[in-house]
């Protein structure tokens, strides 16, 4: 649940006496359904911060406008949401107004939570109701003018929140029906891969098409041969939304990892699959970074990133890029080095990569310390070359600005 944005704090005795009348193996049962419905919402990635409690908030979000910090969203009554009513929380996740009548900021989805029926808003709550409360409060949120002026959201919402339930295609079947629901409302997938408008609402006349985010490129989802989904086999869509990683497709980095770490791990086969048929039938739409090419490695490349490469990759990605050990190492097929900009290759390099896993933690290390600006980009370039079949055509001003952007995450705002 992409942050609450400052929610206010408070249940009432309504809510607490329609739990109260229901009988203990429902209430089981509907947490149950609500920590299942909370996972494929992916709340806990947004409402965490590093060595904070989980759903405890706190998590900065660095943005054109300011920094936004996610809320705490476990059951505390003073900084968290324990005061909540069933119906101030649905209004949160439908409308976008915290208790009180506050407006949220978007960077809370719920432009895409507002397709969301109301029992599963509920059985959410009952979930993160059932989770201990942890008294915590999120720094201030520091926007710049006008997006400091809450009140600026009325109008967004107006252009950009449809404010409606989900409802099913009446010629879909109801694998794909799942999938619409998983994808666009539960998911809010599009929030990171269709473009924004430029009112900052969502491009619905390029879903899918792309975008890049928090400086991520979330890639093109549509059926596209070039730039999006058609030349995935399903199965391979299936791993790599299950596990952050596809055979000759390379691993999930950033918030994507995250998504697949918290959130689409504990999806069923069934509903993974159901996403994938409805994905399947997103129209193409040919934007973005293009799939790499396929290419034989060469081993005289003249490139001055070579020998570079081979000081700080190869030990585990090989020089052939095929991976020492682990298939999560192998370069083949990594959307990232079909990209001459290198846009998510660089956030790796300036951030690094982890990505919990089945098999256990799979990282790679940050570089900006041990290498210069030119280095890096000379080592990015030679990767795009030699394993994406593309002329790399990064330059040292843009890995100082994605270093710099690292080493200052937060920036611009006065208090809102």
Known sequence: MRMILKAGVAVA?????????????AQSDLVKRGEYLTRAADCQACHSAAGGGAFAGGRAFTLPMGVLYSPNITPDAETGIGRYTDDEFVRVLHS???RGGKHLYPAMPYNSYT?????????????????????????ANRMSFPYNIRAVMIGWNLLNNPDHRFTPDANATPE????????EALGHCAQCHTPRTATQGLDTARAYAGAVQQGWNAYNLTSDAAHGLKNWSDA?????????HADGHGPASGPMAEAVQYSLHYLTPSDIHAMVVYLRGIPAQPDGPEAPLPVVASQSNPDPGRQLFAEACAGCHLPSGEGRQSAWASLR???????????????????????QTDQGLMFMHAFTRAYTDPELAEMANYAITQFGGRQGDVTAQQVKAVRDAAEKPEKIGSGS
Not at 334 to 350: E, F, I, K, R
């Open 115 to 139: 397709l969301m029926t109301r029992d599963d808003a509920l059985a959410i709550k009952a979930y993160l109701f059932s989770l201990p409360a942890v008294h915590a409060t999120a720094p």
């Open 96 to 98: 976008g107004v915290a």
């Open 176 to 183: 794909r029906n799942r999938g619409a629901y998983l994808v």
């Open 236 to 244: 391979a869509l299936e791993q790599y939304l299950s596990t952050g």
């Open 333 to 355: 097929g990594d959307h990232s080095l079909g990209d001459p900009s290198a846009t998510n290759m660089l956030q790796v390099l300036a951030h690094g990569s982890q990505i």
């Open 13 to 25: 005795a309504l809510g607490f006496g329609a739990a109260a009348a229901m009988p203990a193996s």
